[in-house]
């Protein structure tokens, strides 16, 4: 089955950096657009960055010049690299990726990773 599984969340102090990785595996089919989503507690989930599989990203407001997301064909991963980290920032994040085979496009979610940040 496909599985996204996202790694590099934890514990930083503000200002600080953290890379987070999204490993795709068990199917051969073609990454279209990607991206990153986060929640935190009593809020809903939001868009963090996107690539719309052409190399056009989108970043949210709050992240723009800080954060940058990123693809590795080669390794099959998808990477969000998060530097001048704010306590805002602490929430689940997680990867989204567009897959598509036979033409057909089907949407893969990972179980998220914590980050928190501290004050």
């Known amino acids: 089955q496909v599985q996204l599984v996202e790694s590099g969340g934890g514990l930083v102090q503000a200002g600080g950096s953290l890379r987070l990785s999204c490993a795709v595996s068990g199917s051969t089919f073609s990454i279209s657009a990607f991206g990153w989503y986060r929640q935190a507690p009593g809020k809903q989930r939001e868009l963090v960055a996107q690539d719309n599989g052409g190399g056009s990203t989108n970043y949210a407001d709050s992240v723009k010049g800080r954060f940058t997301i990123s693809r590795d064909k080669a390794k099959n991963t998808v990477a969000l690299q998060m530097n001048s980290l704010k306590p805002e920032d602490t929430a689940v994040y997680y990867c989204?990726?567009?897959?598509?085979?036979?033409?057909?496009?089907?949407?893969?979610w990972g179980q998220g990773t914590q980050v928190t940040v501290s004050s």
């Open positions: 989204h990726v567009m897959g598509i085979d036979l033409s057909f496009a089907r949407n893969y």
